[in-house]
T-cell receptor
Framework: EAQVTQNPRYLITVTGKKLTVTCSQN?????MSWYRQDPGLGLRQIYY???????DKGDVPEGYKVSRKEKRNFPLILESPSPNQTSLYFC?????????????FGAGTRLSVL | GENVEQHPSTLSVQEGDSAVIKCTYS??????FPWYKQELGKGPQLIID?????GEKKDQRIAVTLNKTAKHFSLHITETQPEDSAVYFC????????????FGQGTILTVHP
């Protein structure tokens, strides 16, 4: 089954404790992206990747890191989480650029930073 | 960069009525405008999209219209059903922000039986 898998689905942590949210897709997609969803703000892009070892900042990259060492994986790293990073996070992938291909989303990771 | 504004933030309709959600965008070079539906506890899912060389696109009960001159596009849902209740997001891509997809703020649609 074609899918984007995020782990964990729920995470509670404390300020300053490094964490990683994993994302994996089994569709051989080139494009992958991370979004955060906050009430009244919609989905905001954090980082995106157009291929292995190619990443770029989205609209809200501060406080986040990403890496794309393999085509299927695109982890999101919070080196020192803060309470303002409490949010619902989505990973997404598409075959090519967003303007040409359907973007598939994972089920989401709800993060709480205390 | 691109900025997408979406209205209304909430929309309540009776089953069988039509629902319209409107979005405006700022980057005149944007050329792709998808609409996503997000059901409770799930990730967004594409329901329809339109490209800048097309003015209207229809798929059964849903349709999208695009006015490039005014830089706005709309989602129309006819004969609404309770299962249409969800959060709907519009988005814009292409143009000067290649590789980025900018979403609107979302509309919570509630269809009452």
């Amino acid at each position: 089954e074609a899918q984007v898998t995020q782990n964990p689905r729920y995470l509670i942590t404390v300020t300053g404790k490094k964490l990683t949210v994993t994302c994996s897709q089994n569709m051989n997609h080139e494009y992958m992206s991370w979004y955060r969803q906050d009430p009244g703000l919609g989905l905001r892009q954090i980082y995106y990747s157009m291929n292995v070892e190619v990443t770029d900042k989205g609209d809200v990259p501060e406080g986040y890191k990403v890496s794309r060492k393999e085509k299927r994986n695109f982890p999101l790293i919070l080196e020192s989480p803060s309470p303002n990073q409490t949010s619902l996070y989505f990973c997404a992938s598409s075959l090519g650029g967003w303007e040409k291909n359907i973007q598939y989303f994972g089920a989401g990771t709800r993060l709480s930073v205390l | 960069g691109e900025n997408v504004e979406q209205h209304p933030s909430t929309l309540s309709v009776q089953e069988g009525d039509s629902a319209v959600i409107k979005c405006t965008y700022s980057d005149s070079a944007s050329n792709y405008f998808p609409w996503y539906k997000q059901e409770l506890g799930k990730g967004p899912q594409l329901i329809i999209d339109i490209r800048s060389n097309v003015g209207e696109k229809k798929d059964q009960r849903i349709a999208v219209t695009l006015n490039k001159t005014a830089k706005h596009f709309s989602l129309h849902i006819t004969e609404t059903q309770p299962e249409d209740s969800a959060v709907y997001f519009c988005a814009g891509a292409g143009g000067t922000s290649y590789g980025k997809l900018t979403f609107g703020q979302g509309t919570i649609l509630t269809v009452h039986p």
